[in-house]
């Protein structure tokens, strides 16, 4: 045994465990590097994935390792951290000890970064069949498929045949789904026109389907507009107010009776709480999250924290939570350290308070739109914006300087070069075969 | 349909099908691109993959992408080349038809350029236990597997577990191995000592094995020498003089009756041509290589033509064929071009004589063999030389830059960043269930 491990292990401090590496999971690890604690974070990957960009490894712009960043090169300088790639399993709060499928690992106080997953609110047929985006798989996933899908399309023996494989339905006009669509209506434009000659490009057809009336809801209604103006000038047809009720792998049925043959549906319509379990006494029904205090304890668990996407906490105007992503989980995780150690020192905790800085999507070259406070704009400047803001989140300068040179490569050339389809998406059915440990 | 695509199949001229994208199949294409024919492109994969770089994708120095290449992107500019996904299953050569598992496809002239595969010269639980090294999934296989056991290694219960998940076998000291071996002992130095202080570095141990007397023997003596010397300076165990009678996944029995438990093999000990059913008639006994003529075309079969690894062609000194390389691989395709040219307009072919130019094998920094003609040198300048070569030999500007700036980081950062266990490598009794398509 080295000379560190020996250190980390005779550490006389209470241990910190925290269960995920995502934004809140990295934020606290940063904020406990150097304080007295034992931090040991569990996570079922190897690496944080920023995730949003994962569209852009999905639509062949950015290769996954530019996303992508190892957890212990995160902690190599950090003395007190550790790491165990692991999956939790159950967490028995009365005997303080986490169960995963390596072993037990005890804890004094344990956070809950779970993050969220995919919501197909119990619709498990489209759950086999929809393609989904949260994950480097996933995104590699998609782009397989769309790839395999453009050169399937040249075997169709119709017209009707070829438009199948060139459908491509999005469910859910949030900034997953607007991304999407606005980088699939580029590709179409670059890749699929220059590179697949025998194709007509037009017979690809891009569907932007969500129930509310307008797309990116949860942004300002001119922004909403405006974003709208950018997808149909690309070619997006956006469908408003519109179910898909049922997609068995080749058509869709809308809830109004309408139906429409595509290989392809991304269901980006929703996400929940990862939950785990033994921690049921913190759920809060229905919300598939965990109901926590303003200093993001779990109602009724002491010493357990949750907090970011998983978490539910009702303060001012957010009385059903926060929006679930990553800037609230970084404002929770850098207040939590603070509070995790006032708790230690028997000082009095600061109670939480969102600071809603705004939100941004792109949605193509020079178009983006930006919400900040009562700033709405879009085009050039906003589309600049978004792209620095991204470039500065991504965690270690080598991501930073591979995004810039993706992007840069991108934009110059339009060749989304990264179109690799190295591990063929085999139709779900097939995959489903394989007790894959990454599947979650 | 666009106008390029009637203009590609009213072509007034006859068809050649290229089997397989790599060197030979590039070469033959860009050498026929503008020329009198109608070119089309067969592989089973969706890009070109540039094999001598592939040990640095599977120890995490280089990312997929940066050696892979889009034949699209390719032939966009070729208007007489065209390019279909597929995997071919058997030629008919009386009918001058190709069997596809998308349709058939009929040709004038066939040339085949199908490459090599791994060589278990008939041990099949080899074939099964062992990882090897000629297709980028199996690349990024090893990185997911090595990288697995040294996560595993920190949950092993006692020494002889944890030096069971470090201990690496490599069967075959050729430049493959050779090359993996040295890339391993640099991660030890670097990524394991640095990042995973829990545990012994000096527990990783790195096993090259083979049944020769010395290392790199299609190299000169000298170089062979020189590179034993760089990789046993590197800490790497080399077993010369030995053979690997079996191995069950945990267990590795030597010929000499020692055996030794390791979870992982590396099995790069040979080659064989990747042969397509109906040109049976062109094999040569025992060889695994079609018989060709002076002028690449198969013995007995007209107009079916076969170069690189998969052609074997008796001249001069290479009475036995020619070394299953690159460089071999080119010269016969650019020689093969002006020969179907000539022969179509009537005139003689010229008969191919090989050029060795050399063999190069790098093992760490600044620590390579060149052997060119009588010259013999290793050091800083063959390491220089060595990447030089490769930078140049890469397809595209966007690769090349990519590797440059892979290589500027590792060797300046040493943190082999690219370490993500994207799918994790499921051992291979699980994977077996699933039809893989691209498994070959």
């Not at 913190?282 to 978490?311: C, H, M, S, T, W």
């Amino acid at each position: 045994m080295s000379k560190a491990k020996l250190e980390y292990d005779s550490l006389p401090y209470p241990t910190v465990v925290v269960v995920g590496g995502g934004f809140a999971g990295l934020e606290i690890i940063q904020g406990l590097n150097g304080k007295p604690y034992k931090v040991l974070l569990l996570d079922k990957q190897n690496h944080h994935c920023f995730q949003p960009l994962l569209y852009q490894v999905a639509t062949a712009s950015l290769s996954a390792d530019s996303i992508a960043h190892p957890f212990r090169r995160t902690i190599a300088p950090m003395a007190n951290v550790a790491f165990r790639m692991c999956t939790v399993q159950r967490v028995d709060p009365p005997a303080k000890l986490i169960h995963t499928d390596r072993g037990d690992v005890p804890y004094d106080i344990l956070i809950i970064a779970t993050g969220s997953t995919t919501n197909f609110f119990g619709n498990h047929r489209m759950e086999q069949e929809a393609m989904q985006l949260k994950s480097i798989s996933q995104a590699l996933d998609i782009r397989s498929d769309f790839l395999q899908d453009f050169e399937a399309a040249l075997y169709a023996q119709d017209e009707a045949g070829q438009r199948r494989c060139l459908n491509f339905i999005i469910v859910g006009a949030g900034p997953t789904g607007v991304e999407m669509a606005g980088a699939l209506a580029e590709i179409r434009r670059t890749v699929l026109k220059r590179e697949y000659r025998e194709l007509d490009s037009d017979r690809m057809q891009i569907w932007l389907v969500d129930s509310n009336e307008r797309v990116l809801k949860s942004f300002s209604e001119k922004s909403s507009a405006h974003a709208l103006g950018y997808l149909e000038s690309m070619g997006v047809n956006v469908k408003l107010g519109a179910r898909v009720a049922s997609y068995d792998g080749e058509v869709v049925n809308f809830q109004d009776g309408s139906t429409m043959e595509a290989n392809t549906l991304l269901w980006a319509a929703g996400v929940k709480g990862v939950l785990i379990p033994g921690l049921e006494a913190g759920e809060v029904p229905k919300a598939n999250r965990y109901g926590v205090d303003r200093f993001n304890q779990i109602n009724g668990l002491p010493d357990v924290y949750a907090l970011g996407d998983v978490a539910l906490m009702s303060e001012g105007q957010w009385e059903r939570g926060h929006p679930q992503v990553a800037p609230a989980a970084i404002q929770q995780a850098q207040l939590l350290v603070k509070n995790v150690i006032r708790k230690s020192k028997g000082e009095a905790m600061t109670p939480f308070t969102y600071t809603d800085k705004g939100s941004m999507a792109t949605i193509g070259r020079y178009k983006a739109v930006v919400d900040a406070g009562n700033l709405h704009f879009g085009g050039l400047i906003a589309w600049l914006g978004w792209m620095f803001v991204h470039l500065m989140a991504l965690v270690g300068y080598r991501n930073r300087l591979q995004v810039l040179m993706g992007w840069a490569w991108k934009y110059m050339s339009w060749k989304n070069t990264i179109r690799l389809i190295i591990r063929p998406y085999v139709r779900r059915t097939v995959q489903q075969a394989v007790e894959v440990p990454e599947s979650a």
